[in-house]
């Protein structure tokens, strides 16, 4: 595949590059979801109160979408329109008012919401706060602090109600709406998409997507931005005259008063600042601090989703997203991670390289093994069923060996075992070494 890739694209990449900024703005029209914009912005560390809102809206949106009708359930994902955000957008209008805890620790009744008829089921990949939940969508706090999983919106006018899901202890929360703007959403859903037939099925306790038939994707080549170290020393510490520069084997060092940057050979940076003198004890907190972070750091955060919170670290993980699906790397590349140390200290990880365009290739198609199959391979492997505590689609990056401006991104399956996401296809070698991105 990658001589392939180099085949097709490296000979005539020269010939293209005075096409690349056409090629950019019409991908940019024609492609949003797949890539919108991610080129940095270092001039705007600020942004007005409307842009700041929606564009936090759109990383702490849900990362699925899966409808529930008489042909049973399909995960819907869509190569023009980012169909999550656009959905999640409309139920920001809803007008909610009361809101009551259904149920706790029914399963039974639990799975049966989890399988409503004729709705909408919108997942988060780690459950989100209620409080920041709660800001987002305009509604009431919790009497009763949660988290939530996933979210239901039934798809019948009868129903005044959505529904608030956490898969620990099989938590419900109901919130009365006065209208679930239908029409719009119908509007949404009646665009092209891509259907997958899925089912719910249980891992050690845990709801996750089972594909009862093979999994079809396309592998894609990607073109590479990258800025340079100076762009980032001259917005983060601006007099650079004054920076101390430390310049060691694999990495160089600059610090000025309370901040440093760290960038290594891999082109992975890590900030750190020492001035916040504040306390981050909820994930709240970790949450509006992390998006503060990477907006005072002019990072672009287009198709980028809130992936992963650990409370013990207060480590939240940003995970850039294509086509609905999210990607891995061994580096930072398409990752953006917080965490909040010792009282004092923000730490933020990120890369100096982007996504820009798409590249030319043979666009082959990569068939993947159903849920059956793949548990199967899975146990015939060695793996310790009992601590997998999640599985998932994305795409691998793979880097290409003659150009580190050009990447492949390879879908595969993704297991979680030990709080890494491991690619099965390197999960003999893999296992303690995966993709937790967590500072």
């Known amino acids: 595949m990658m001589a392939k890739l180099r085949r097709y694209t490296l000979p005539i990449l020269l010939g293209i590059a005075v096409l ?28 007005n109160t409307d842009e700041t809102a929606r564009k936090m809206i759109n990383v702490y949106s849900p990362t699925q979408l899966i409808q529930n009708s008489d042909k049973g359930k399909e995960l819907l994902t869509s190569s023009s329109t980012n169909l999550v955000s656009e959905i999640f957008k409309t139920m920001q209008d809803y007008h909610y008012s009361h809101i009551e805890r259904v149920s706790q620790g029914n399963q039974k009744q639990y799975n049966q919401m989890l399988n409503k008829s004729d709705s909408l089921m919108l997942n988060y990949n780690n459950p989100i706060s209620s409080d920041m939940l709660a800001q987002i969508l305009h509604y009431s706090q919790f009497k009763d602090k949660g988290d939530v999983k996933r979210l239901i919106v039934p798809l019948k006018s009868s129903y005044h109600y959505v529904y608030l899901l956490n898969d620990d202890k099989y938590t419900i929360y109901k919130v009365k709406v006065g209208t679930l703007k ?17 089912e719910l099925r249980s891992v050690n306790g845990n709801p996750y997507i089972y594909f009862p038939n093979q999994v079809k994707m396309k592998d894609y080549g990607y073109m590479l931005q990258e800025q340079t170290q100076n762009s980032y020393l001259n917005l983060i510490i601006g007099n650079t005259t004054a920076a101390s520069v430390k310049h060691q084997k694999d990495k160089t060092i600059c610090s000025s008063q309370n901040q440093d940057l760290t960038f290594d050979n891999n082109d992975d940076v890590i900030y750190n600042n020492y001035r916040p003198n504040q306390k981050i004890t909820s994930q709240i907190g970790a949450l509006k601090s992390a998006y503060q972070n990477a907006v005072q750091l002019g990072i672009s955060l287009e198709n980028t989703k809130f992936d992963t919170y650990n409370p013990k670290k207060q480590n939240v993980n940003y995970r850039l997203y294509i086509e609905g699906f999210p990607i891995y790397s061994d580096q930072q590349l398409g990752v ?10 923000e730490r933020f990880a990120f890369s100096l390289r982007d996504f820009e365009v798409p590249v030319p290739t043979d666009k082959q198609t990569i068939t993947l093994p159903n849920s059956r199959n793949l548990l199967i391979d899975l146990e015939n492997s060695g793996v310790n069923m009992k601590q997998i505590n999640g599985i998932r689609l994305g ?9 580190k401006l050009i990447v492949t991104l390879q879908p595969s399956w993704f297991i979680k075992i030990n709080n890494q996401w491991i690619n099965y296809r390197s999960l003999d070698t893999q296992i303690g070494k995966g993709n937790s991105n967590e500072l």
């Open 182 to 198: 239908l029409k719009t959403i119908k509007q949404i859903l009646n665009q092209k998409m891509n259907k997958n037939r899925i």
């Open 395 to 403: 795409y691998q990056v793979i880097p290409d060996n003659q150009n």
């Open 20 to 47: 690349i900024s056409v090629v950019l703005s019409v991908s940019l029209l024609t492609n949003p979801a797949r890539f919108s914009g991610r080129v940095h912005e270092k001039k705007a560390t600020t942004l």
């Open 336 to 345: 953006y991670n917080y965490r909040f140390m010792n009282g004092n200290v």
